[in-house]
């Protein structure tokens, strides 16, 4: 009974509380329902799915954008003014391939504060972005980034450094998303 409940959670969570557009009423599911931690003024935009119930956390000021994919059968991290890019995955669970019974894997994900995750960027099981960070659109990050590096590609790789003066705090709630 307690895996059916948990279910229907995710269920009414993906399929419903995600497509209704109000901030508010979106936030009190996650928080009440979902025991997600999200801080003042996080947004998690229309359309975002999720695997879990808890192990998600967001800090103050940071945006998922909309069709965003969080995988958090172990745990995702997301700190503050963080921006997170329309239709990203982020994973934090695999199968370990030279398994002979196909062995499920979980490895946290963190997402430190001031990173910046492109469009359709592919977030691996295990990985931390560091401080400052980003991500361009399209990249699949496999290993550990670390804080101000710009990364891309596929796998993604270091493309040169942002500037660590980084001291701007995101609002990013629309009406109707």
């Known amino acids: 009974m307690r895996r059916f409940i948990s279910e229907l959670r995710i269920f009414i969570c993906n399929r419903w509380i995600a ?47 909309g ?29 370990d391939p030279y398994s002979p019974n196909f062995e499920g894997r979980e490895k946290p994900v963190i997402i430190e504060d001031y990173v910046w995750i492109g469009s359709r960027a592919i977030i691996m099981p295990g990985v931390t972005l560091g401080k400052g960070s980003v991500v361009s659109a399209g990249a699949v990050v496999t290993k550990n980034v670390s804080p101000y590096e710009i990364v891309g590609g596929v796998p993604a790789k270091l493309i040169k450094m942002r500037n660590p003066d980084l001291s701007y705090q995101l609002s990013y709630r629309r009406l109707l998303q």
């Open 19 to 65: 497509r209704i557009p109000s901030h508010t009423i979106r936030q009190l599911y996650y928080r009440r329902i979902m025991k997600y931690n999200i801080g003042h003024n996080a947004a998690i935009l229309m359309d975002c799915s999720f695997d879990r119930t808890e192990s998600f956390s967001i800090g103050d000021n940071s945006v998922v954008n």
């Open 67 to 95: 069709k965003c994919r969080l995988d958090n059968k172990s745990s995702i991290t997301i700190g503050s003014n963080v921006s997170i890019s329309q239709e990203v995955m982020i994973l934090s669970a695999d199968h």
